[in-house]
């Protein structure tokens, strides 16, 4: 099973490694996972749809899953659910492509490690009180951790991929899978696409 997922940038690439580590404990065959980042967003209209059909049709990828964040800068999305249906929209009716969003940024998945973020920032702020994926446009989660890391005693600034990184290092992927519906299905469509049981 080759699958192409396209992620926005570097820090969703960053994740890469630890879904692989988690996928190897629920597979029997692990899915060959290419991981394409799209420079900031996931493209819109006709080039999304070229994209699709240039790795399934030309390359040979078995399907393709689209990851955007809700919070783009823009308001193109107003929630999950609008940023998948426009991307199905703008794709058409492909039986092998998969829309997922990350509500409101990717950020929101590394919220339930905000213990982890504390020491990495040094810095005692609490954690939001919201479940993750609550967290809003208005001061989304990659602001959030921007601002703990500006305001900590660590001295430098969040740094998106390498910090990313450090956060899911050591964590279990299953602590950010439980409180993020999000998440769950993202994972859940990679588990169906390998024949495998979902998480419930």
Request: hydrophobic residues 40%; glycine residues 4%; aromatic residues 10%.
């Amino acid at each position: 099973m080759k699958i192409a997922i396209l992620v926005e940038g570097d820090t969703e690439v960053a994740f890469r490694d630890k879904l692989r580590e988690f996928l190897s404990h629920r597979v029997s065959q692990m899915p060959r996972l290419k991981f394409f980042p799209q420079s900031g967003r996931i493209p819109k209209e006709k080039k999304l749809k070229n994209i699709v059909e240039n790795l399934l049709d030309t390359d040979g990828y078995d399907a393709v899953i689209a990851l955007t964040d809700v919070y783009t800068g823009t308001n193109d999305f107003k929630d999950a659910a609008d940023a998948k249906a426009k991307m199905v929209n703008w794709v058409g009716n492909n039986p092998n492509f998969y829309p997922h969003a990350a509500l409101h940024d990717f950020e929101a998945w590394l919220l339930p490690y905000w213990i982890t973020i504390q020491k990495l920032a040094k810095h005692n702020r609490r954690s939001p009180s919201n479940l993750p994926e609550t967290v809003n446009h208005q001061k989304p989660p990659s602001y959030l951790i921007k601002e703990t890391f500006r305001t900590g005693q660590c001295g430098y600034d969040y740094n998106k991929p390498i910090h990313g990184k450090k956060i899911l290092k050591e964590s279990d992927l299953m602590v950010a899978i439980r409180v993020c519906p999000e998440l769950k299905a993202f994972v859940n469509r990679i588990l169906c696409l390998c024949d495998e049981e979902e998480i419930f």
